[in-house]
């Protein structure tokens, strides 16, 4: 194999995020054939060098997890949560070391990409990447086609102006709109924000697709491996082979 950045085989292999990777290296947790690196330039050879984490060898050569989970609330999307709250982990509790890719609030529901492949994991969060995320989302009340073209075209925010988002009605029910909402972002409450700022509270919101990967008719609580097929489009999606 190509001798690699050490930070990057750790990702590769599911310990964390590179830049938590970076950390555990600057912390002197991480060791390379019995010495301790904290630089962060140094290479290695992942078929070759013994690398180990706080003592426990690594496997950097795993053959990757990739589940995808439709969230029900009342769960957070942590790896642990301080306040003892339920985790999607929790959900896919006998799979292994995993992590959620992105986040949704406590309340809000639908897709959520678990997986150990950190590289992947990073490209995917990296705003650079543009990765669309289609949420169904019920506001009480019916917007006007004004309120609709205002979350279209952005609206201001406290942290900034959103970019311009795909916007659609789908249905109406007694005392609410669902409406289709795709954006690029991915701040903080970023689409209650959004939709209180043209006058609409929201009241139930459901993440339907990541990037190529929808959620279908996965019920709530459960998961499902992707299929190779659905891999193969994630990893091209972020530049990976």
Known sequence: MAVERLQKVLANAGVA????CEELMVA?????????????????DPEHDRIEVDGQPVNVLPRHTYLLLNKPPGYVCTAQDPEGRPTVLDLARAQGRLYPVGRLDLTSEGLVLLTDDGELAQRLMHPSFEHEKEYHVWVDDHPTPDA???????????????W?????????????TWISIVVHEGRKHQLRRMCEAVGHSVRRLIRVRLGPLTLGELRSGRYRALTEAEQ????????LT
């Open 28 to 44: 002197g947790r991480v060791r390379v054939n019995g010495q301790t690196v904290t630089v962060l330039g140094v290479r290695v």
């Open 164 to 176: 311009p988002a795909q916007v659609s009605v789908l249905r109406q029910e007694k005392g609410g």
């Open 232 to 239: 193969g489009l994630l990893r091209e999606s972020v530049g």
């Open 148 to 162: 609709l073209q205002r979350l279209r075209e952005g609206v201001e925010l406290d942290d900034g102006p959103t």
């Open 17 to 20: 995020s590179r830049r938590k």
